[in-house]
C-alpha cells in the first residue's frame, strides 16, 4: 500500500468545464501527466471531439489544447493509500476542497468526473452543489472494458453540447 496525492489542477481563466477524475494511476504518477497512461483513451476521445484527431505528443500541448477549449482538469482525492492503479483499491482518502476552488474559478458550471468512483467520492463529500451541472462519464481507463467507439458517443453527447 502506497500513499499517492493527486497533482495540481489544471485551469486558467477560461475554463468553463471541469473533467474530474479519481487520482492518478502508477503510469501517470511516473509521469507526472494526467492521464500518462497510454493505454488510456481520455487524450484521444477529448482530441477527436474537437477534430484534432492526432493526439499531441508533448504533454505540454496536449494540455494547451485543453484550456483553449475552456476544459480543466483535477482529480476528486487530494490524497489516499492504494496498491495498484485500480479505484476499487483507494483507501483511506482525503478529498480536495472544492468549495474554495469552485469560488476562486466562477466561470466553472460544469463538472465531468471520469467514472463513476470519483462522482462517488465527490458527492459523499459535496452532495449538489448549486449551479452546478454534473455528468458521470464512462471512464477512459484501460480497467474499463467499453468499446472505445462506446465510450466516444458518450463523452462526445455531453461535451458536444457544451
Given at each position: 500500500m502506497?500513499?499517492?496525492?493527486?497533482f495540481?489542477p489544471i485551469?486558467?481563466?477560461?475554463t468553463e468545464?471541469l473533467i474530474?477524475g479519481?487520482?492518478?494511476?502508477?503510469?501517470?504518477?511516473?509521469k507526472?501527466?494526467y492521464y500518462?497512461?497510454?493505454?488510456?483513451?481520455?487524450?484521444?476521445i477529448i482530441?477527436?471531439?474537437?477534430?484534432?484527431t492526432?493526439v499531441?505528443?508533448c504533454y505540454k500541448?496536449?494540455?494547451?489544447f485543453?484550456l483553449q477549449n475552456?476544459?480543466?482538469?483535477w482529480?476528486?482525492v487530494r490524497n489516499?493509500e492504494?496498491?495498484?492503479?485500480?479505484?476499487?483499491?483507494?483507501?483511506?482518502?482525503?478529498?480536495?476542497?472544492?468549495?474554495?476552488?469552485l469560488n476562486?474559478?466562477?466561470?466553472i458550471?460544469?463538472?465531468?468526473?471520469?467514472?463513476k468512483?470519483?462522482y462517488?467520492?465527490?458527492?459523499k463529500?459535496?452532495?449538489?452543489?448549486?449551479g452546478?451541472?454534473y455528468y458521470?462519464?464512462?471512464s477512459?481507463s484501460?480497467?474499463?472494458?467499453?468499446?472505445?467507439?462506446?465510450k466516444l458517443n458518450?463523452w462526445?453527447?455531453?461535451?458536444?453540447?457544451?
Amino acid at each position: 500500500m502506497m500513499t499517492i496525492a493527486s497533482f495540481a489542477p489544471i485551469v486558467d481563466a477560461r475554463t468553463e468545464i471541469l473533467i474530474l477524475g479519481s487520482i492518478p494511476g502508477i503510469k501517470s504518477l511516473e509521469k507526472v501527466e494526467y492521464y500518462g497512461n497510454k493505454q488510456n483513451q481520455f487524450w484521444k476521445i477529448i482530441c477527436t471531439i474537437f477534430n484534432n484527431t492526432v493526439v499531441p505528443d508533448c504533454y505540454k500541448n496536449k494540455v494547451d489544447f485543453l484550456l483553449q477549449n475552456r476544459i480543466g482538469l483535477w482529480d476528486v482525492v487530494r490524497n489516499c493509500e492504494r496498491k495498484g492503479s485500480l479505484d476499487i483499491a483507494i483507501k483511506n482518502q482525503e478529498i480536495n476542497d472544492f468549495d474554495t476552488f469552485l469560488n476562486e474559478h466562477p466561470k466553472i458550471t460544469t463538472l465531468l468526473f471520469n467514472g463513476k468512483i470519483a462522482y462517488q467520492f465527490f458527492y459523499k463529500k459535496y452532495g449538489q452543489i448549486k449551479g452546478i451541472t454534473y455528468y458521470v462519464m464512462p471512464s477512459t481507463s484501460p480497467a474499463n472494458t467499453i468499446p472505445f467507439e462506446n465510450k466516444l458517443n458518450e463523452w462526445s453527447l455531453v461535451l458536444s453540447n457544451l
